[in-house]
């Protein structure tokens, strides 16, 4: 069976860290285009940072530019998100997600994070609070 399995979130304090990871599991992330999402209850769901498929690109939304780093780690199958300075308006559900076949203008440096999602994870949640 194919499937994202994120891990990694939490309670943290404002000011705090977490990474997140994002395994693969009955697949190897290697030449897949990755994408980490995040949905608050009631609201849409908001890009927050992509990879590409060989990992020369990156992207951020700007509400999180210079707090996360993506990366990924193909010896391990996993792409992860470390979040630092964390807020309380981080708050949310993450997703990660995958593309088989890297869409043009994918992770292209806008900060317009997009994916069309062969595949999604089942979330972790993120909670950001005092």
């Known amino acids: 069976q194919l499937q994202l399995v994120e891990s990694g979130g939490g309670l943290v304090q404002p000011g705090g860290s977490l990474r997140l990871s994002c395994a693969a599991s009955g697949f190897t992330l290697d030449y897949y285009a990755i994408g980490w999402f995040r949905q608050v209850p009631g609201k849409e769901r908001e890009g927050v940072s992509c990879i590409s498929s060989s990992g020369g690109r990156t992207d951020y939304a700007d509400s999180v530019k210079g707090r996360f780093t993506i990366a990924r780690d193909n010896a391990k199958n996993t792409v992860y998100l470390q979040m630092n300075s964390l807020k309380p308006e981080d708050t949310a559900i993450y997703y990660c997600?995958?593309?088989?076949?890297?869409?043009?203008?994918?992770?292209?440096?806008?900060?317009?994070?997009?994916?069309?999602?062969?595949?999604w994870g089942q979330g972790t949640q993120v909670t950001v609070t005092s």
């Open positions: 997600a995958a593309d088989q076949l890297e869409a043009p203008g994918f992770c292209s440096g806008d900060g317009d994070v997009w994916i069309r999602g062969d595949y």
